[in-house]
């Protein structure tokens, strides 16, 4: 076993331990909102939103993009769980911004191992192994950080399974102050059309 896991499953017993109350928090959000944010390991939305358990929904990927994926989250989330306001938050130095689709399709075409960057390439530490169906994917990199907020609350909120009653948001977290920096013309295109 790793020392990850050894080290997780370490950390759960004493956390479920102290579970206690927690069995009885209901399944529906208890503060009616869901988040969609990126998958760096510098954010926890638990601490910049003030969360604790079931307070609201989290969803992650990678760019923290409106992918259909996480659409059918938000969707869900709305429908059946009753959220009645979303917020994409995305951040500053997002590791989306540092490639295209191309180069990560290149990447993966010759080594599905970790690749390395120097601070103006990419590049694999071997060959061998790789596959060429990274081409077909859409990978959403980000060159315009406040744009692709702009984008994905736009591509929410014009969605035709997305009640025009849920309001969306559009925020930057900023991984240097750790502040959340409303952008403006996000939050403004993902008005409740009832507002």
């Given at each position: 076993?790793s020392?990850?896991?050894?080290q997780i499953l370490?950390?759960?017993?004493?956390y479920?331990?102290?579970?206690?109350d927690?069995?009885?928090l209901?399944?529906p959000?208890?503060r009616?909102?869901a988040?969609l944010?990126?998958?760096d390991?510098?954010l926890?939305p638990?601490q910049?939103a003030g969360?604790?358990e079931?307070?609201?929904?989290?969803?992650r990927?990678?760019g923290?993009?409106?992918t259909d994926d996480?659409?059918?989250?938000l969707?869900?989330?709305?429908?059946m769980l009753g959220?009645?306001e979303w917020?994409?938050i995305h951040?500053?130095d997002?590791g989306?911004?540092?490639?295209d689709d191309?180069?990560i399709?290149?990447?993966?075409k010759?080594?599905?191992?970790t690749?390395?960057?120097?601070g103006k390439l990419?590049?694999?530490?071997?060959s061998?192994?790789g596959?060429?169906?990274a081409?077909f994917?859409?990978?959403?990199?980000?060159?315009?950080?406040?744009a692709?907020?702009?984008e994905?609350?736009?591509?929410?909120r014009?969605h035709?399974?997305?009640s025009p009653e849920v309001?969306i948001?559009?925020?930057?977290?900023?991984?240097?102050?750790?502040?959340l920096?409303?952008?403006?013309e996000a939050?403004?295109?993902?008005?409740?059309?009832?507002?």
């Amino acid at each position: 076993m790793s020392d990850i896991k050894n080290q997780i499953l370490k950390a759960n017993q004493s956390y479920a331990d102290g579970f206690g109350d927690k069995a009885d928090l209901p399944m529906p959000p208890g503060r009616k909102f869901a988040i969609l944010t990126c998958i760096d390991a510098r954010l926890d939305p638990a601490q910049f939103a003030g969360l604790t358990e079931g307070d609201a929904h989290v969803f992650r990927n990678a760019g923290g993009r409106a992918t259909d994926d996480a659409i059918r989250s938000l969707v869900v989330s709305h429908k059946m769980l009753g959220t009645r306001e979303w917020f994409v938050i995305h951040h500053t130095d997002c590791g989306m911004e540092y490639f295209d689709d191309a180069t990560i399709a290149g990447l993966l075409k010759t080594s599905l191992k970790t690749a390395t960057y120097d601070g103006k390439l990419w590049r694999n530490q071997d060959s061998g192994g790789g596959s060429t169906e990274a081409q077909f994917v859409r990978w959403l990199s980000i060159s315009d950080p406040e744009a692709a907020v702009v984008e994905d609350v736009q591509r929410i909120r014009n969605h035709p399974l997305v009640s025009p009653e849920v309001r969306i948001y559009g925020f930057l977290f900023d991984v240097k102050t750790g502040q959340l920096i409303e952008i403006e013309e996000a939050s403004e295109a993902g008005q409740a059309r009832s507002d």
